[in-house]
């Protein structure tokens, strides 16, 4: 088993780029989510998807975009690239929060590292 | 939004001795979560809370949920080295709340242990 596998790995882009921050997780999860994590600021929550087609914005939406037109994927897009957005980004999963217990664990991708300089 | 207090920020200890931390809320959560994060990887469940006063243990993690349910701990007793890392506590809100299905992160508690 996989589990939630985040590419690339690092990256660094130019103001004003575009990339994609691929995530794909095979352990058929309805939720997924996108966090980003600064020093001494925890993990702030990007986007998130209840199910395929369905997707809603975080803590920290603006400057990002998100689709879910699988299960397995939750790709996250930059369209212009900010230094603000200077950050490691970590994909996770689960299945239903709340539904029954245990359903709340979280399975974390192990981050992608992006600089924009 | 909920937010959620996390402290210390640091911490530097001796192997064997113990560690607490903490979080508090403003605001109720329904869950309470503890996660640790080594270096380069992605943060990993260690302990999950479920009812008000509730104590769990996982090794020598021993994690409460406050009566109020705004606040949780965690302690690390006889600590070894292998417990360096970053410690997140996170909040599961409210069923019907706006913030349900999400979790609330706290800022992390980094753990340095010198051998």
């Known amino acids: 088993n996989a589990g939630v596998t985040q590419t690339p790995k690092f990256r660094i882009l130019k103001i004003g780029q575009s990339m994609t921050l691929q995530c794909t997780q095979d352990m058929n999860h309805n939720y997924m989510y996108w966090y980003r994590q600064d020093p001494g600021m925890g993990l702030k929550l990007i986007y998130y998807s209840v199910g395929a087609g369905i997707t809603d914005k975080g803590e920290v939406p603006n400057g990002y975009n998100v689709s879910r037109s699988t299960t397995e994927d939750f790709p996250l897009r930059l369209e212009l690239a900010a230094p603000s957005q200077t950050s490691v980004y970590f994909c996770?999963?689960?299945?239903?929060?709340?539904?029954?217990?245990?359903?709340?664990?979280?399975?974390f991708g192990s981050g992608t590292q992006l600089s924009v300089l | 939004g909920q937010q959620l207090n996390q402290s210390p920020q640091s911490m530097f200890i001796q192997e064997g001795e113990d560690v607490s931390m903490n979080c508090t809320s403003s605001s109720i959560f329904n869950t309470w979560l503890w996660y640790k994060q080594d270096p380069g990887e992605g943060p990993v469940l260690l302990i999950a809370l479920y009812k008000a006063g509730e104590l769990t243990s996982n090794g020598r993690l021993t994690a409460q949920f406050g009566i109020t349910r705004k606040d949780s701990f965690l302690n690390i007793s006889a600590s070894i080295p292998s417990d360096v890392g970053i410690y997140f506590c996170?909040?599961?809100?409210?069923?019907?709340?706006?913030?349900?299905?999400?979790?609330?992160f706290g800022q992390g508690t980094i753990l340095t242990v010198h051998p």
């Open positions: 996170a909040g599961l809100g409210n069923a019907g709340g706006t913030s349900y299905g999400k979790l609330t």
């Open positions: 996770a999963s689960s299945y239903y929060p709340g539904q029954s217990e245990k359903n709340e664990k979280l399975f």
